[in-house]
């Protein structure tokens, strides 16, 4: 692929276990292309998470680079990794890791206010993209007033609210039961779409992953291409 949004190569990752080396990943290779949807599965233990930890910076890899909008990550300092991850990344996580003292308008808002935009424009795309996924009328709401499925949302609309390049997905309705997954999975891919934003995602459902544009597994900690 030309110019990828998101690439690693050569990308491995080990520990040390007292005197023993346990390698995840093995030299692996991914390119995600301009609002490409990527979905990774595998077993549990076999690197996704792993793998998408490296892709987002929050991990070090033992070798090989990271590329987020044509800069290697490795070569950046801690500050302008966060710049970088603010600017150019969305995450969703299994569980939501939002913050229970703020509002749902406020967690939206975060990366925003992080990156110092406007108070007016963080307002007002924040209550678009809460909008967006139907909680117009639960802005002022904390975590303890919303449901599960209402946490993820909000989860959602955060990850989406800087036009990231890329979002990092991580089991995001694997905490969820079936109905609520079918409906958060949904909202997920439509507004994909209308943000036009890539999409990284690891999932251990082989019908969620069936709807991305390709299919990676990981398997003895090496990514390889399966048919849609």
Same mark, same amino acid.
């Given at each position: 692929m030309s110019n990828p949004v998101l690439a690693c190569y050569s990308l491995a990752k080990s520990y040390l276990d007292g005197t023993s080396k346990i $390698? #995840?990943?093995?030299? #692996?290779?991914?390119? #995600? /292309?301009h609002a490409e949807m990527v979905a990774i599965v595998g077993a549990s233990g076999s690197g996704k998470s792993t793998l998408l930890h490296l892709l987002g910076g929050l991990d070090k890899p033992t070798q090989g680079q990271v590329v987020l909008n044509g800069k /290697?990550?490795?070569q950046l300092s801690e500050r302008e990794k966060c710049q970088l991850r603010n600017k150019y990344l969305g995450f969703v996580y299994q569980f939501h890791? &939002? &913050?229970?003292?703020?509002?749902a308008l406020e967690n939206v808002s975060m990366p925003l206010l992080i990156r110092g935009d406007h108070p007016h424009v963080?307002?007002?795309?924040?209550?678009?993209l809460l909008e967006q996924v139907g909680l117009q009328d639960r802005t002022k709401h904390r975590l303890g007033q919303l449901s599960g499925g209402e946490r993820q949302r909000v989860a959602i609309a955060r990850a989406l609210v800087s036009d990231?390049?890329?979002v990092l997905?991580?089991?995001? $309705?694997?905490?969820l039961d079936p109905a609520n997954a079918e409906r958060v999975l949904q909202l997920f891919f439509n507004l994909q779409k209308a943000c036009n934003t890539s999409v990284v995602m690891v999932t251990h459902d082989p019908l969620i992953a069936k709807q991305a544009q390709r299919v990676m597994r990981i398997e003895e900690g090496k990514l390889n291409? &399966?048919?849609v």
């Open positions: $390698t #995840v990943l093995h030299h #692996v290779d991914l390119e #995600v /292309n /290697n990550i490795q890791h &939002l &913050l229970p003292e703020f509002s963080i307002r007002e795309k924040a209550e678009y990231p390049l890329c997905a991580d089991e995001p $309705t694997g905490n291409v &399966l048919p």
